[in-house]
């Protein structure tokens, strides 16, 4: 979570560089869960997160190690 006054500045994108460059170095897959309504899974699809599922509230995304 990145506080509103720090948004649209990379952070978020950056941190998630470095999980996904820390699971990647071990062969693991990322997982995450998104409220529906947080603008950030455009963000999550961008770098690779693909829906597994969903219940009422969220979706439920993976990235697989490349």
Do not use: W
């Not at 998104?34 to 599922?53: I, Q, S």
Request: charged share 35%.
């Amino acid at each position: 979570f990145v506080d509103a006054p720090s948004q649209r500045r990379g952070i978020g994108s950056e941190v998630l560089r470095r999980v996904i460059d820390d699971a990647a170095a071990d062969r693991r897959a990322v997982v995450l869960g998104v409220m529906k309504r947080n603008p950030a899974k455009a963000l999550y699809e961008c770098f690779g997160f693909r829906v597994t599922h969903e219940d009422n509230y969220k979706f439920y995304m993976r990235r697989e190690p490349d």
